[in-house]
């Protein structure tokens, strides 16, 4: 067997776990949305803005996920005593960050959606749902690191055990909540947002118990001012970069509304395909994270870089094969979502564009990550948020509207937005200048 084989080998073994997981969070989302859509449409529109507006204050915290790994992984190459000390780092600031964040988002939940409801019920469904969401926030910030963690360590496999064991749970606590099975209170839209509540404090159980477990036999090291400081400067980049880019997608849905309904509903699944099928990249980067960050802890800055090529050339293969469907055969895969011709015939071109968007766009998602396991995050930022604000936005309004081209002509923009994300990182990843931004010596 060929050195490469083997290597993209271990990138599939390390990814496979994480892309189980975020697709169970996939057909999760759809159970809940079933679960509610029994309650009427108001009660699934409630519950759909609380849970982007949930959505959006998680971004704030989630960069502490790749800081956390980044900086373990660097550890684990470089055999350090202290790869605990970036994770007790990451819980100081998940729980300073995350509590008093939890509540000034519950108390200024009715401003907060307020822009984003239609109508007073609407409102008033989605602040009951979103308060008993934002409870959980500091439990999620802390399960971020602890994932990271793991990842960090290579251990792919208790994300996908833990997030299974996860979802379960929530399916079962928020049906009975919701309906008032088993002898529960039939506490509708509520029960939904408590059932996800317990279940990712459940998950920071098991997390917590794990990790403490393995603590114990490897020992416990806790994190100095440097380290905190570190992880902090690591952190808080890729969260602005989430929270920033959850944004850019509330003004396409703006921008798709002022072309007509018909344009926002495709629109709609359009994207939401899109972001279902580019989940084995995001899995494959998240593998590759943690193998660069070894790599470049061993001091071995060639290793690093075949790692990032090959991930990239496995999330190709993968993306490409998930993409072929939508190439080929777009009417049928439109015919799932739409009965009325129309709309298939108005998705139908923007759908075989999304298909060559989402291999484009393995560069972009896998060297992302890899840039970040090397301790690059601002670099991932300012080339993510710079390409999605600065070009891509600005040219669909103009394109889109400005021009009269509508659905069709966003589509294009975007199709050359990512050609040229790609492009960026790509460029980045060879010229290697992120070799520099090693973080280990700082901890």
Same mark, same amino acid.
């Given at each position: 067997?060929?050195?490469?084989?083997?290597?993209?080998?271990?990138?599939?073994?390390?990814?496979?776990?994480?892309?189980?997981?975020? !697709?169970? &969070? =996939?057909?999760?989302?759809?159970?809940?949305?079933?679960? +509610?859509?029994?309650?009427?449409?108001?009660?699934?529109?409630?519950?759909?803005?609380?849970?982007?507006?949930?959505?959006?204050?998680?971004?704030?915290?989630?960069?502490? =996920?790749?800081?956390?790994?980044?900086?373990?992984?660097?550890?684990?190459?470089?055999?350090?005593?202290?790869?605990? %000390?970036?994770?007790?780092?990451?819980?100081?600031?998940?729980?300073?960050?995350?509590?008093?964040?939890?509540?000034?988002?519950?108390?200024?939940?009715?401003?907060?959606?307020?822009?984003?409801?239609?109508?007073?019920?609407?409102?008033?469904?989605?602040?009951?749902?979103?308060?008993?969401?934002?409870?959980?926030?500091?439990?999620?910030?802390?399960?971020?690191?602890?994932?990271?963690?793991?990842? #960090?360590? &290579?251990?792919?496999?208790?994300?996908?055990?833990?997030?299974?064991?996860?979802?379960?749970?929530?399916?079962?606590?928020?049906?009975?909540?919701?309906?008032? +099975?088993?002898?529960?209170?039939?506490?509708?839209?509520?029960?939904? #947002?408590?059932?996800?509540?317990?279940?990712?404090?459940?998950?920071?159980?098991?997390?917590?118990?794990?990790?403490?477990?393995?603590?114990?036999?490897?020992?416990?090291?806790?994190?100095?001012?440097?380290?905190? %400081?570190?992880?902090?400067?690591?952190?808080?980049?890729?969260? +602005?970069?989430?929270?920033?880019?959850?944004?850019?997608?509330?003004?396409?849905?703006?921008?798709?509304?002022?072309?007509?309904?018909?344009?926002?509903?495709?629109?709609?699944? *359009?994207?939401?395909?899109?972001?279902? !099928?580019?989940?084995?990249?995001?899995?494959?980067?998240?593998?590759?994270?943690?193998?660069?960050?070894?790599?470049?802890?061993?001091?071995?800055?060639?290793?690093?870089?075949?790692?990032?090529?090959?991930?990239?050339?496995?999330?190709?293969?993968?993306?490409?094969? @998930?993409?072929?469907?939508?190439? !080929?055969?777009?009417?049928?895969?439109?015919?799932?979502?739409?009965?009325?011709?129309?709309?298939?015939? @108005?998705?139908?071109?923007?759908?075989?564009?999304?298909?060559?968007?989402?291999? *484009?766009?393995?560069?972009?998602?896998?060297?992302?990550?890899? *840039?970040?396991?090397?301790?690059?995050?601002?670099?991932?930022?300012?080339?993510?948020?710079?390409?999605?604000?600065?070009?891509?936005?600005?040219?669909?309004?103009?394109?889109?509207?400005?021009?009269?081209?509508?659905?069709?002509?966003?589509?294009?923009?975007?199709?050359?937005?990512?050609?040229?994300?790609?492009? #960026?990182?790509?460029?980045?990843?060879?010229?290697?200048?992120?070799?520099?931004?090693?973080?280990?010596?700082?901890?």
């Amino acid at each position: 067997m060929s050195p490469v084989v083997r290597r993209q080998g271990k990138v599939m073994r390390l990814a496979l776990p994480i892309m189980l997981g975020m !697709l169970s &969070q =996939s057909v999760l989302n759809l159970v809940d949305a079933a679960l +509610v859509g029994h309650l009427g449409e108001q009660a699934l529109a409630g519950v759909g803005i609380g849970g982007y507006a949930m959505f959006m204050v998680t971004a704030l915290v989630f960069g502490l =996920s790749s800081s956390v790994q980044s900086q373990t992984a660097q550890k684990l190459g470089a055999g350090g005593a202290t790869p605990t %000390r970036p994770l007790y780092a990451g819980l100081i600031i998940g729980m300073l960050v995350g509590m008093p964040l939890s509540c000034l988002a519950w108390w200024q939940a009715p401003v907060l959606l307020q822009l984003m409801a239609s109508s007073d019920e609407v409102q008033a469904l989605a602040v009951d749902y979103f308060r008993w969401r934002v409870i959980s926030l500091t439990a999620i910030a802390l399960t971020l690191c602890l994932r990271g963690y793991w990842n #960090g360590l &290579q251990h792919t496999h208790l994300y996908l055990r833990i997030i299974v064991i996860v979802h379960v749970f929530n399916v079962v606590i928020s049906a009975g909540l919701i309906y008032g +099975v088993a002898g529960l209170p039939a506490l509708g839209t509520s029960g939904a #947002g408590i059932g996800t509540t317990l279940s990712l404090f459940l998950g920071l159980v098991i997390w917590s118990w794990v990790t403490l477990k393995h603590t114990q036999r490897s020992g416990a090291y806790l994190p100095g001012w440097r380290a905190i %400081r570190t992880t902090l400067l690591l952190a808080t980049p890729h969260s +602005v970069q989430q929270l920033l880019f959850a944004a850019g997608y509330v003004v396409l849905f703006w921008l798709l509304s002022k072309m007509g309904t018909e344009s926002v509903a495709v629109g709609h699944v *359009l994207i939401n395909l899109s972001l279902l !099928l580019i989940l084995p990249g995001v899995g494959v980067g998240v593998a590759v994270m943690s193998l660069v960050g070894e790599a470049l802890g061993r001091d071995n800055k060639h290793e690093a870089h075949r790692w990032g090529i090959d991930a990239l050339n496995v999330a190709g293969m993968l993306l490409t094969l @998930l993409a072929l469907p939508m190439l !080929l055969l777009p009417e049928h895969v439109l015919a799932i979502f739409f009965t009325d011709n129309n709309l298939i015939q @108005l998705g139908s071109l923007p759908l075989q564009i999304t298909a060559v968007m989402i291999v *484009l766009d393995a560069a972009a998602l896998v060297l992302a990550q890899a *840039l970040m396991g090397a301790g690059a995050q601002r670099t991932v930022m300012l080339l993510t948020l710079g390409m999605q604000w600065f070009v891509f936005l600005p040219l669909a309004w103009w394109v889109g509207i400005g021009l009269g081209y509508g659905l069709l002509g966003v589509w294009l923009m975007q199709l050359v937005y990512r050609l040229l994300n790609s492009t #960026g990182f790509l460029w980045v990843w060879q010229r290697r200048r992120w070799q520099t931004q090693i973080v280990l010596n700082s901890v």
